[in-house]
């Protein structure tokens, strides 16, 4: 066969085969917003949930996940990013190191389902937080934190030793190269990894089920005392969050707007992690441009 002929032939094929996969992404991604956009309104977003009449909203719910969201964060982003610049720029290569990354890799691998339950026997009974964000963050973290890891340890991998070396030339100790070079030169893959795993704790629900518990008790927004537990700030208290509303709502929800509720809050569920993705990438940018002086 011409081989111009054969590699336009695989041109095609491959852009065949891309531009099925955006199509079935484009499809999924408009029946979910054209089906819950006209639920899209203040009143749904900020009313609270209804059990057995129409007309409820999600704003508890919401506020839940993205509550959630950053407390996950906020513990496990600290800790990955130690334990990806040792594994990296301080960790010997030896047997340990392999079999620490295998079980990262391995951890990285188990069912959110397994996840919950740990967490449930852990934090819930054990530890005896119950049916709280706080047990629903710990059991995310550890959810969330081998994906967290090896994405960070990935980032600070691909960032050429020419700039270690030169770090090191001009007289910077290892750690101040990692911190005022490396780093720097990473925040972009960083961040893209700090965004699938946000996409991946503001969607799960099947480990919230056992932990943050599945029933969203009403809050007072003028009340910040993080001690009270009308508190939207406590995080001792049970927190359904949007993803396991969804799931309760298909599975034994009994409101007459049932499906009405669930394609909406699908749609904002979307859209949450849509504009969370651009922020995050544009703030990535802006950082990047500041702590490189690049343009």
């Known amino acids: 066969m011409n081989p111009k002929l054969s590699n336009k032939i695989a041109n095609g094929a491959l852009y065949g085969i891309a531009g099925f996969i955006v199509l079935i992404l ?6 979910i917003i054209i089906t819950g956009l006209p639920m899209l309104n203040w009143h749904f977003l900020t009313t609270p949930a209804r059990a ?20 996950t964060l906020l513990i496990s982003f600290p800790i990955a990013l130690g334990a990806g610049i040792y594994l990296n720029e301080y960790a010997p290569n030896n047997w ?26 852990i934090f819930v009974v054990q530890f005896d937080f119950g049916f709280s ?32 070396e030169g770090g090191l030339a001009l007289g910077l100790s290892k750690w101040e190269t990692v911190t005022r070079i490396i780093l720097p030169a990473a925040l972009p893959s960083i961040l893209t990894g700090v965004i699938l795993s946000a996409g991946r704790i ?12 599945q029933s969203a008790p009403a809050l ?14 406590n995080p001792m208290r049970p927190a359904e969050t949007l993803a ?8 034994e929800g009994i409101m007459p707007d049932a499906k009405a509720v669930s394609s909406g809050a699908s749609a904002v569920l979307v859209i949450s992690v849509l504009v969370f993705n651009i922020l995050a990438r544009f703030i990535g940018k802006r950082l990047y441009q500041k702590l490189t002086s690049a343009k």
Do not use: C, M
């Open 244 to 251: 396991v509303h969804i799931w309760k709502i298909n599975s």
């Open 52 to 71: 057995f009449t129409a007309g409820g909203g999600i704003g508890i719910q919401l506020f839940n996940s993205f509550y959630l969201l950053l407390l």
């Open 202 to 213: 503001f969607g799960e629900a099947a480990a919230l089920i056992f932990t943050a518990g």
């Open 96 to 121: 340990v190191t392999n079999v620490v990354r295998t079980a990262i890799e391995i951890l990285s691998s188990l069912p959110s389902v397994v996840v919950g339950l740990f967490g449930f026997l």
């Open 133 to 164: 964000i706080l047990s629903g963050a710990f059991a995310l973290t550890f959810f969330n934190l081998p994906l967290l890891t090896r994405s960070i340890e990935e980032s600070l991998a691909a960032i050429s030793n020419t700039q270690r």
């Open 26 to 31: 484009a499809a999924l991604l408009g029946y």
């Open 220 to 233: 007072d927004f003028t009340d910040w005392n993080p001690f009270n537990i009308s508190s939207p700030l």
